[in-house]
């Protein structure tokens, strides 16, 4: 009886280890928005009624970081589970810290993508929104392990403006401002950005129709509240908030999440498919404010943790707990392990900086499987930090190293390097480990990889 006994409890953590079904995968993210935007994460401006009840329903992770604060590096760490320094896309020269249209720059097409990984396990890929790790056909979702694109290339704040800058790489040349693309071809340029969050939810509910019947990967990355200074949204939602045009686009994505659970439901998937929600990175500094990342520190852009630190909530009924939390540390750069185990997939036989959430997103007491986070902003490595305590690297602005515990000072206002000295010695180790590992500034790191690199790039047209 008692070897009865042990053997079910053996059966049981397994199940919880590594659950039977292969499940589909919803990956949402909202574009700039703020740790505080939405109301399971505090927010009292936007009403966001689908978020309350994805967070009820399932798990806030209110430790959850980008691998950086803008963009272009955010998704390449998300894409191939990597630092963006690692994949070369921390910083170009040509663009700086985001990729610029018409870059020569992009993520490169030996990299191992989230999508290539579930592709290969037998899943039906899609990517609908804002991709923004290259324009050049070679860089593009669908040769990156998308069965189907659609959207923009890069954000939705690449206007006239922007284009004037890269004039003389085109000499003279006219290129379409926006270009809407499905696939590799531009179907409208300017895209209409009030209709992209309508759009793009139209796609998504298309393509969850024409797969409900086999596991598929959606990464429907929102190209709203935007890049933009001034964000985007349809006629319905216009003018509607208590936040103007920031809070009636939040608000647009919040009924975007609705038609996504709705369709879940009407095609019998919903326990089936683990839903993840979250933002590439925090909400950037305006004046007037637009975004929040309270309680947080700082502002998107940054190393700050309003920079860095992003909403998430995931869901998964029956597999993870409901109206539940975790505080351990977990990052973008997991949900390729993450996935790729729950799927049954093969990791790609290369170094990765991603680590497996689920026993974090799945059970009460699990712990990070992260020793340690680095946070990067641009060339430097800024900062890192392990289950509590952040440091501060010095810098030629901040000469002297700067500790915060982010357990009970996530503002970052309260310097305490002085009374844990040891704390600061062993995040200086680990920040110099590193600095080998992936480089800092002008120091080469050992295991860093290519940027994709096109040979002629051209604008996408029509």
Known sequence: MRFLFLFIATALVAHAEVPPNRPNFILIMADNLGYGDIGPFGSKLHRTPNLDRMAREGRKLTSFYSASGVCTPSRAALMTGSYPRRVGLGWTAEDGHVLRPVSP???????????????????????????????????????????????????????????????????????????????????????????????????????????????????????????????????????????GAWGDAVEELDWALGQIFAALKKHKIDERTLVIWTSDNGAPRRNPPQGSNGPLGGWGYTTAEGGMRVPAIVRWPGFIPANS???????????????????????????????????????????????????????????????????????????????????????????????????????HAAAEAARVDLGDGERKGANVRAVGRAKKPTPRVR
């Open 105 to 243: 720059n992009g993520l490169h097409p030996k990299e191992i993508t989230i999508a290539e990984v579930l592709k290969k396990a037998g899943y039906a890929t899609a990517c609908i929104g804002k991709w923004h790790l290259g324009d050049q056909p070679e860089f593009l979702p669908t040769r990156q392990g998308f069965d189907y694109f659609l959207g923009l290339p890069y954000s939705d704040d690449m206007t006239h403006a922007t284009g004037q800058r890269i004039g003389e790489r085109l000499r003279g040349k006219q290129w379409p401002l926006l270009p809407w693309m499905e696939n590799e071809k531009v179907i409208e340029a300017p895209a209409n950005r009030n209709q992209m969050t309508q759009r793009e939810t139209a796609a998504a509910l298309k393509f969850i129709a024409a797969n409900k019947a086999k596991p598929f990967f959606l990464y429907l990355p929102h190209n709203m509240p935007g890049s933009s200074r001034a964000p985007f949204s349809s006629a319905a939602f216009r003018g509607k908030s208590k936040n």
């Open 325 to 427: 939390t975790s505080d351990e540390l977990g990052t973008l750069m997991d949900l390729l392990p993450t996935f790729a185990k729950l799927a049954k997939a093969k990791l790609p036989e290369r170094a990765l900086d991603g680590k497996n959430l689920w026993r974090i997103w799945s059970s009460a007491n699990a712990k990070s499987p992260h020793k340690y986070f680095f946070y990067f902003h641009t060339k430097h490595l800024e900062a890192v930090r392990d289950g509590r305590w952040k440091l501060v690297l010095p810098s030629k602005r901040n000469p002297k190293p700067k500790l915060f515990d982010l357990k009970t000072d996530a503002a970052e206002k309260h310097n305490v390097a002085a009374q844990h000295p040891n704390a600061v010695k062993r995040l």
